[in-house]
């Protein structure tokens, strides 16, 4: 029998994020090594385990993965988070990439100097209240459903949700011109795997702190400065 997913990357949330958040809605469990040290980076580096000199890697089921687009992507169809049809998929895919690239403007954001992070904190609830929100907002109304693609859970679901709650951490009631979304969010948040990944004490990661920036920086020997976009 195969062994749980393991996982390697930061005590943080950053790219690898969403792929706990997805292996945590398939019910699956799985190990973390975090990188602490250039040592460990260095040792996965000579030992061939990252293909493109760089994490998130995911061990799993004989592989050793890079890409986070390419572990989500395995990780959806392994676990029948990925629809029902090529079709269905091509929908999860936009709508997974609408998803990202919100998340895009969030993942640097603790790398920015404080005034920085103002700046691109307006700039994310402005790209969600005026492009993505809408979007999805729109998809979920035009078909009177509870999921994203087919009526079922999947993927996409999953990838929303986070997006969601990442941006409620900038702006507490971003969602109030949005009752679909608001809707969709206390529907998919309480799905017994997700609502068990948001308790306490999951391996669900809090939002990134100095002491994660300054590990981030050290391990791949970051000594430049971040700008907002």
């Given at each position: 029998m195969a062994g749980k997913p393991k996982l390697y990357y930061f005590d943080g949330r950053g790219k690898m994020e969403s792929v706990r958040w997805l292996l945590a809605a398939a019910g699956v469990e799985f190990?973390?090594?975090?990188?602490?040290?250039?040592?460990?980076?260095?040792?996965?580096?000579?030992?061939?385990?990252?293909?493109?000199?760089?994490?998130?890697?995911?061990?799993?089921?004989?592989?050793?993965?890079?890409?986070t687009r390419a572990i989500l992507s395995y990780i959806?169809?392994?676990?029948?988070l990925y629809?029902?049809?090529?079709?269905?998929?091509?929908?999860?895919?936009?709508?997974?990439?609408?998803?990202?690239?919100?998340?895009?403007?969030?993942?640097l954001f603790p790398f920015l100097s404080a005034e920085d992070k103002e700046k691109q904190r307006a700039v994310i609830v402005e790209k969600a209240t005026s492009r993505y929100f809408p979007?999805?907002?729109?998809?979920?109304?035009?078909?009177?459903?509870?999921?994203?693609?087919?009526?079922?859970?999947?993927?996409a679901?999953?990838?929303?949700?986070?997006?969601?709650?990442?941006?409620?951490?900038?702006?507490?009631?971003?969602l109030s011109g949005f009752?679909?979304?608001?809707?969709?969010?206390?529907?998919?948040?309480?799905i017994p795997t997700i609502k068990k990944f948001l308790q306490p004490g999951s391996q669900r990661k809090p939002i990134s702190d100095d002491k994660y920036v300054e590990t981030v920086r050290r391990v791949l020997r970051m000594y430049y400065d971040m700008k907002a976009n």
């Open positions: 190990e973390e090594e975090f990188l602490e040290t250039r040592e460990q980076y260095e040792k996965l580096l000579q030992g061939g385990s990252l293909l493109f000199q760089q994490v998130p890697m995911v061990e799993i089921d004989g592989m050793k993965m890079v890409q959806a169809a392994k676990y029948n629809g029902k049809d090529l079709k269905e998929r091509a929908l999860i895919d936009m709508y997974v990439g609408g998803t990202d690239d919100l998340m895009g403007f969030i993942l979007a999805y907002e729109k998809v979920l109304k035009d078909h009177g459903q509870d999921f994203l693609v087919g009526n079922n859970f999947s993927w679901d999953v990838h929303l949700l986070e997006a969601i709650l990442m941006v409620e951490e900038k702006k507490s009631d971003v009752p679909q979304l608001q809707a969709f969010k206390a529907r998919i948040s309480s």
